[in-house]
């Protein structure tokens, strides 16, 4: 059993950032991508980025240029560095891993609030 524990969210005016970390414990196989998705109120979750054990990336197109993730195999650990925050980024963020085996895990998720 993999446990995923988010950290990082909060509340920001528009224009600002935050910095979202996720770090993996517990029974970790081999985790291939690790990623990032949101959920607003009354919308469905939607992918924000995603990143595979070798690095390559990929980004929703209404956060490209302002979003960022990384990830540091060693620690088992993705960050999302979020940059020039609108709005429309509230949500509930949750950190995703995948498995070798296929298995599929996510955390608890964290509030993000852009707002004045």
């Known amino acids: 059993q993999v446990q995923l524990v988010e950290s990082g969210g909060g509340l920001v005016q528009p224009g600002g950032s935050l910095r979202l970390s996720c770090a993996a414990s517990?029974?970790?196989?081999?985790?291939?991508?690790m990623g990032w998705y949101r959920q607003a109120p009354g919308k469905e979750r939607e992918l924000v980025a995603t990143?595979?054990?070798?690095?390559?990336?990929q980004y929703a197109d209404s956060v490209k240029g302002r979003f960022t993730i990384s990830r540091d195999n060693a620690k088992n650990t993705v960050y999302l560095q979020m940059n020039t925050l609108e709005p429309e980024d509230t949500a509930v963020y949750y950190c995703?891993?995948?498995?070798?085996?296929?298995?599929?895990?996510w955390g608890q998720g964290t509030q993000v609030t852009v707002s004045s």
């Open positions: 995703n891993a995948i498995e070798a085996t296929g298995a599929d895990y």
């Open positions: 990143t595979t054990s070798g690095g390559s990336t």
């Open positions: 517990g029974s970790i196989f081999s985790i291939n991508d």
